[in-house]
């Protein structure tokens, strides 16, 4: 079975238009404000994108470029100004930052009920401790948690194996899934014969950056295998981590890359950002 993101993202994108217009008949306008600093290719290319999907479901988006010179204490400025604006619902600091900013208090800044990304140690800390408070969660494993649901991935009772020991993927994501009672295991680029590991996992999370480092021989028959990889091939071609075309005979679900994980990270962001605003007007 091929896990359809796009096709998904599709469906919750077009709920979601419904519900921001029956927002702004209450007058209540959903607002995201996305900062960018300097001049990384991917990030631009990132931002744009949510940009477009929030004018599309009628979020109002607002992205705020800076130069790469721009200092920590102009940052910090800038988001003190939005944690006060309430109008705004949700911020979003794009990562990676330039060199002479460091990114944790950058984070810590963020007022946690408009930390859009869920990348605040507070906000983290509900992660951890499976909070019963509402709280916003990193935006690719929110997505993910999303697809499995959708599928009828029951997470519970199963060994999900995550690859990749990041804060944006891998850390929630095994957090997620251990809240919704699976066995986790954790890896990542120290782990000794990582295939010992990724061949017991009924549920295989893949997020390392390295172009089809999980081949078919790596994978549990029938398993379900979540690709976060987005990297290119020496021919220019978008590929993930897992090498799709022969590992998609071995897995019982598998998400392809593009289409997959890539699509329901920016439709989570959205999600999110509706939640947050209906947080902040209950
Ligand atoms: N850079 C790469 N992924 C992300 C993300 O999910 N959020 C932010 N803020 N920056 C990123």
Redesign the pocket.
């Known amino acids: 079975m091929i896990i359809d993101g796009k096709g998904l993202s599709n469906r919750l994108d077009r709920n979601m238009k419904i519900e921001v217009q029956a927002l702004k008949k209450r007058g209540i306008e959903p607002k995201l404000v996305v900062i960018i600093v300097g001049n990384d290719p991917a990030?631009q290319i990132?931002v744009r994108n949510k940009h477009r999907k929030a004018v599309k479901l009628g979020i109002t988006s607002i992205i705020e470029r800076r130069p790469e010179d721009f200092t920590q204490a102009e940052l910090l400025a800038l988001i003190y100004q939005y944690n006060q604006d309430e109008t705004v619902h949700g911020i979003?600091?794009?990562?990676p930052l330039p060199k002479q900013i460091d990114e944790t208090a950058i984070i810590r800044a963020i007022a946690i009920e408009k930390d859009v990304?869920g990348f605040s140690p507070a906000n983290v800390g509900r992660l951890f401790s499976n909070s019963h408070e509402h709280y916003p969660v990193?935006?690719?494993p929110k997505g993910i948690m999303t697809m499995l649901s959708h599928y009828q991935i029951d997470p519970a009772g199963q060994h999900a194996v995550i690859v990749g020991d990041s804060n944006?993927v891998g850390r929630p994501m095994g957090a997620l899934l251990l809240n919704a009672g699976a066995t986790v295991t954790y890896t990542h680029i120290l782990t000794a014969d990582l295939p010992s590991f990724t061949r017991t996992a009924d549920i295989l999370i893949v997020a390392t950056g390295v172009a089809h480092l999980i081949k078919a021989a790596d994978i549990k028959p029938g398993a379900t295998v979540i690709d976060v990889g987005m990297n290119r091939d020496e021919n220019g071609r978008l590929v993930g981590d897992v090498d799709y075309e022969h590992a998609k005979d071995v897995a019982g679900a598998i998400t392809p890359v593009p289409g997959g994980v890539g699509p329901m990270?920016i439709t989570s962001l959205m999600q999110q950002t509706l939640e947050l605003t209906k947080v902040a007007n209950r």
């Open positions: 990030s990132y979003l600091v794009q990562l990304d990193s935006c690719t944006i990270t």
